[in-house]
């Protein structure tokens, strides 16, 4: 039985941080229905999110606020991420997702100006990780029902970060090494 239900608080010490193993296997999909421990550990996670973001919560526990969270950050090898934030516009996007796949992108991409940052990552680190500015995405809820998404922007960059981590792929692998500010050639990509 994981330690993760809706009664347990995650706190930085449950992320795990880059050199893990975790972060860098490719995480298998889960059964569908979800299991009642699948749905637990999703709304635990949720509520990390909530709390990461609640100035009181945060402070108490330590909290670096955080926009996702995939599953192998805090150890379960399970394909399935949250994220909960609001974009530029007020629209809240709170999402629990599994087996989460892209369908298709734009040929546009955009970045981030201030580089994204991980719960993950301790260090900071700057450069340009380019994303596509819109994604469809085919996953399930956590009462198995298929979904299909969309997004665009900012919440595309969220959606891309963590399945990048259930892929085994950091957002710094995504930074030109020889020039972190250097943006791909041939390609539409404006900052966001």
């Given at each position: 039985m994981s330690k993760f239900t809706s009664s347990y608080t995650i706190t930085?010490?449950?992320?795990?941080?880059?050199?893990?193993?975790?972060?860098?296997?490719v995480?298998?999909?889960?059964?569908?229905?979800?299991?009642?421990?699948?749905?637990?550990?999703l709304a635990c996670m949720m509520q990390f999110?909530?709390?990461?973001?609640?100035?009181?919560?945060?402070?108490?526990?330590?909290?670096?606020?955080?926009?996702?969270?995939?599953?192998?950050q805090i150890g379960l090898n399970k394909r399935m991420f949250v994220v909960y934030f609001t974009d530029?516009?007020?629209?809240?996007?709170?999402?629990?997702?599994i087996n989460p796949k892209i369908t298709s992108t734009s040929t546009t991409m955009v970045y981030l100006p201030q580089s994204e940052g991980c719960l993950s990552v301790d260090r900071e680190i700057q450069g340009y990780a380019p994303r596509y500015e819109r994604i469809k995405m085919k996953a399930y809820d956590m009462?198995?029902?298929?979904?299909?998404?969309?997004?665009?922007?900012?919440?595309a960059?969220?959606?891309?970060?963590?399945?990048?981590?259930?892929?085994?792929?950091?957002?710094?692998?995504?930074?030109?090494?020889?020039?972190?500010?250097?943006?791909?050639?041939?390609?539409?990509?404006?900052?966001?």
């Open positions: 930085m010490k449950d992320i795990i941080k880059e050199g893990d193993p975790i972060l860098r296997q995480i298998g999909v889960i059964s569908l229905p979800p299991s009642e421990e699948d749905k637990e550990e999110l909530k709390n990461s973001q609640d100035p009181a919560i945060a402070k108490k526990y330590g909290l670096r606020a955080g926009v996702g969270l995939s599953a192998n530029e516009k007020g629209k809240l996007y709170e999402y629990a997702l009462a198995g029902n298929e979904l299909n998404l969309r997004f665009k922007g900012f919440p960059v969220v959606i891309q970060h963590e399945l990048d981590h259930l892929n085994g792929i950091m957002f710094y692998d995504r930074i030109n090494s020889e020039n972190p500010f250097k943006l791909p050639e041939n390609v539409e990509i404006k900052s966001i």
